[in-house]
């Protein structure tokens, strides 16, 4: 579900963080990753440690230097069938939304909640809250609460990051920043199976 993953990038260190490079590299780093999807891994959660910093290129006219860096980056990688546990968000009429702290796009459909065919999940709009009707008790599902789901997809939609790039030669380097722009990434999760669902409930 997690994994460790090497990258390379070169990384931006500002005139006035010289003296202190490492720490200002993991932070421009975790500003330009956190939050971003490489397909096929993952989605980056932050830098587990810097692996080798190489010298610091500087540029004529230009007072900041750029770092070769070799870095891990934890990511967030579910796959199909994995079993999750995270904390209720919010419900919606299209289901409940998860969190696992490190990362909150993770939504269960209405359609795969608790639906034994005699005790389906019913939507309080009073309340805003899904509940299982099981026998004369009406389990609600409440925010905060601990909740247990089957990971059944995962979804990407691509956004743009807008990047400044090292300069080449005695080019100015680019005026633009790194705008961090965070893709819609989600997991879908079912809790139609016997043990899944608040936990509270198997207790």
Same mark, same amino acid.
């Given at each position: 579900?997690?994994?460790?993953?090497?990258?390379?990038?070169?990384?931006?260190?500002?005139?006035?963080?010289?003296?202190?490079?490492?720490?200002?590299?993991?932070?421009?780093?975790?500003?330009?990753?956190?939050?971003?999807?490489?397909?096929?891994?993952?989605?980056?959660?932050?830098?587990?440690?810097?692996?080798?910093?190489?010298?610091?290129?500087?540029?004529?006219?230009?007072?900041?230097?750029?770092?070769?860096?070799?870095?891990?980056? /934890?990511?967030?990688?579910?796959? $199909?069938?994995?079993? +999750?546990? =995270?904390?209720?968000?919010?419900? %919606?009429?299209?289901? *409940?939304?998860?969190?696992?702290?490190?990362?909150?796009?993770?939504?269960?459909?209405?359609?795969?909640?608790?639906?034994?065919?005699?005790?389906?999940?019913?939507?309080?709009?009073?309340?805003?809250?899904?509940?299982?009707?099981?026998?004369?008790?009406?389990?609600? /599902?409440?925010?905060?609460?601990? $909740?247990?789901?089957? +990971?059944? =997809?995962?979804?990407?939609?691509? %956004?743009?990051?807008? *990047?400044?790039?090292?300069?080449?030669?005695?080019?100015?380097?680019?005026?633009?920043?790194?705008?961090?722009?965070?893709?819609?990434?989600?997991?879908?999760?079912?809790?139609?199976?016997?043990?899944?669902?608040?936990?509270?409930?198997?207790?």
């Amino acid at each position: 579900m997690f994994q460790l993953v090497e990258l390379h990038d070169k990384a931006l260190v500002k005139a006035a963080e010289f003296g202190r490079e490492h720490s200002a590299i993991e932070l421009w780093l975790n500003v330009k990753y956190s939050g971003k999807v490489i397909p096929g891994k993952g989605i980056c959660l932050c830098v587990y440690d810097l692996v080798h910093v190489g010298d610091g290129a500087l540029f004529p006219g230009h007072a900041d230097a750029y770092y070769s860096v070799r870095f891990r980056m /934890i990511l967030f990688s579910p796959r $199909i069938g994995d079993l +999750v546990t =995270g904390r209720v968000v919010r419900s %919606s009429p299209e289901g *409940v939304f998860i969190s696992i702290g490190c990362f909150d796009g993770i939504v269960i459909p209405a359609a795969v909640l608790q639906s034994a065919v005699c005790m389906p999940c019913t939507y309080s709009t009073t309340r805003e809250e899904w509940y299982w009707q099981y026998q004369e008790h009406c389990l609600y /599902i409440t925010p905060a609460s601990s $909740i247990r789901f089957r +990971v059944i =997809g995962t979804q990407l939609e691509e %956004s743009k990051v807008e *990047v400044q790039e090292p300069p080449s030669g005695e080019e100015e380097p680019s005026s633009a920043e790194i705008v961090p722009k965070r893709p819609l990434y989600w997991v879908f999760g079912a809790m139609d199976e016997d043990g899944l669902g608040l936990m509270s409930w198997w207790t």
